[in-house]
């Protein structure tokens, strides 16, 4: 569990996707530049140490130059921070060189790409739908490492309503996982 003070920046309420599982506004808005200087240079000083800064949205990545700013603005006021970046995946070509370079920037990525495994911290939202089989997810997971993913966060759909069939379905798949992941330790 992590201890850090936490400071979400909702770059953006858009979305380029129509993934089932997410009630995003695809309509939605822009955080205005006033706004994220704001938050950086009013409430970023304000938190207590250890700091962590979380990029969300929509899809933080439709407005690459509001990450670039942020980054920047954290290299130069707090360099220690960690930064989150929660993204689809779809931009990072517009940010990879600059991520490569921020080894303190963990990008959450919700597809396997091979421009996300190249990264330092990339971590895998690998999202685990009602009614998949055991297998199937197990599948998706070993497809996941060997395009170079070591490092991923379980996600259950979300803003979804579950059976209990499902759910005990659920219970299934993550014992098949972690049988694969004890194989693997």
Known sequence: M?????????ITRRCDRRC???PQDF?????????LDA???????????PRRVKLFGGEPLLRPDLVRRVLSVLSRQTPAVS?????????????KEVLAARPEVEVFVSRVLPAVVDLPR???NFLLPPRESPTATVERFLRARAAG?????????????????????????????????????
């Open 2 to 10: 992590r201890s850090e003070s936490l400071l979400v920046l909702v």
């Open 20 to 22: 089932g599982f997410c």
């Open 27 to 35: 309509s939605g808005s822009d955080m205005d530049e006033g706004v």
């Open 39 to 49: 938050a950086l240079d009013g409430l970023l000083a304000l938190m207590p140490l």
């Open 83 to 95: 930064v989150e970046l929660t993204t689809h995946g779809g931009g990072l070509g517009l940010l």
């Open 122 to 124: 990339a971590v895998h």
């Open 149 to 185: 993913f070591r490092r991923f966060n379980f996600l259950p759909a979300y803003f979804t309503r579950w059976t209990d069939e499902e759910l005990s379905l659920l219970r299934t798949r993550f014992a098949a996982l972690l049988r694969v992941l004890n194989g693997l330790a």
